[in-house]
């Protein structure tokens, strides 16, 4: 059975109430899930279970499914060594680590900013509650100080942050859209969702985001490094 991944309509949910589809030895499975697994360069989430008596099975990872019928929403949720396990058909609830969510829900909404300041195609990217970085596929030099005055004038801005969907086929229309190389939109799926930061950024992705840029917060260049002869690692950290 296909999981309901909750978080690519709503990422402000924390919580759901859950069926258990399948137990494995890779994970648990649900029909529907507030956990984001591992994917398009940002980290999987972590949170709890919580099975009917009060038992809390902590989740430590979140992951795709690699099952051969899997769509890109099958999400496996990893727990701690160790745990009583739910069986199958039993209601839980599912509880993702939200302070942690919502700083990769932060960071990942600056790295499309990052793609605005910066216009050059993406050849790999991290997003974690600690930091994300982005490596820019270019030969000239990058000044941290304009970089990261970009950013500024971005955040400053206050700038909505919005999610639609687009058909396979319009996706294949307009390949300008995407920035990624190393993360290409999953088509044959029959929609692909386009994040929109109103004004700066649009682009296909499946990440979680904020609403508003003003909910970012400030945000400084960490390091600017040159990892290869044509290519440019930003990193981003909080102030």
């Not at 960071?107 to 793609?115: G, I, Y």
Request: charged share 25%; proline share 5%.
């Amino acid at each position: 059975m296909a999981t309901l991944a909750l978080f690519r309509d709503d990422a402000y949910l924390r919580e759901c109430e859950a069926r258990v589809t399948a137990v494995h030895e890779a994970g648990i499975e649900l029909d529907r899930t507030v956990f984001y697994p591992l994917g398009g360069g940002q980290a999987g989430d972590t949170g709890c279970l919580v099975r009917a008596d009060g038992t809390r099975v902590r989740i430590v990872d979140a992951r795709k499914s690699k099952a051969p019928e899997a769509t890109p929403d099958d999400v496996v949720h990893v727990p701690e060594p160790g745990s009583a396990l739910p069986a199958v058909g039993e209601v839980v609830r599912a509880e993702i680590d939200w302070e942690r969510r919502h700083r990769m829900m932060r960071f990942h909404t600056a790295s499309h900013l990052l793609c605005a300041v910066v216009p050059h195609q993406v050849d790999g990217c991290a997003v974690t509650d600690a930091s994300a970085r982005l490596d820019f596929v270019m030969t000239e030099p990058l000044e941290r100080e304009a970089v990261q005055a970009g950013l500024d004038r971005l955040l400053a801005t206050a700038a909505a942050v919005s999610l639609r969907w687009i058909t396979d086929d319009e996706m294949r229309a307009n390949p300008q859209l995407v920035r990624s190389m190393s993360v290409q939109p999953p088509i044959g799926f029959g929609r692909v969702r386009l994040v929109e930061i109103a004004g700066i950024d649009l682009q296909p992705c499946g990440g979680t985001h904020v609403a508003n840029l003003a909910e970012i917060g400030a945000v400084r260049v960490a390091k600017i490094e040159k990892k290869s002869a044509k290519t440019r690692r930003v990193t981003i950290e909080f102030v």
